[in-house]
């Protein structure tokens, strides 16, 4: 499909008469989704192009090729709203190990800090805190062999 030369003003007659055709075929559900999912995929209306496809679909279509038509369609944004989900979910999770493994350093190196030099004045803990994971691994790394709070901060 990628490859057929449509002319852009046709683009949304195309797609209305491919799903026109797969809901008369009376396919069963999974494969109508699919062969759907494959028209949609390739041939993508822009915004505009979807408006004319919406009208020729409540224009030209049959109320029962309407109703199939719209049926597909929904399972189309469905099938894209539960991608989009896992999708989030998946760099939810990464950015939450990403932020937990940094609060880790965080907590680990002022922890170390505290045990070795006692308190720790204002400005050491806001360096840290504002501090990116690549520097908290230094410094942590920095700690086993410095003899002052100063030797930690210390680029080697």
Aim: aromatic share 8%.
């Amino acid at each position: 499909m990628a490859k057929i030369a449509i002319d852009p003003k046709d683009r949304p007659r195309v797609k209305a008469e491919c799903l026109r055709l797969l809901v008369t075929l009376r396919l069963d559900p999974a494969r109508s989704r699919f062969i759907s999912g494959f028209i949609d995929t390739y041939l993508c209306l822009r915004q505009e192009e979807l408006q004319v496809f919406d009208h020729l679909i409540h224009t030209e279509f049959l109320p029962t090729e309407q109703e199939q038509a719209m049926e597909l369609t929904t399972s189309w944004k469905e099938e894209g709203i539960q991608l989009g989900i896992q999708q989030g979910i998946e760099q939810g999770i990464e950015q939450g190990l990403k932020q937990g493994f940094h609060q880790g350093e965080y907590h680990a190196l002022k922890r170390l800090l505290t045990r070795r030099f006692q308190t720790l004045p204002d400005e050491v803990l806001a360096r840290i805190e504002a501090a990116p994971i690549e520097q908290l691994e230094q410094w942590l790394d920095n700690t086993l062999d410095a003899a002052t709070l100063e030797d930690v901060f210390r680029s080697h």
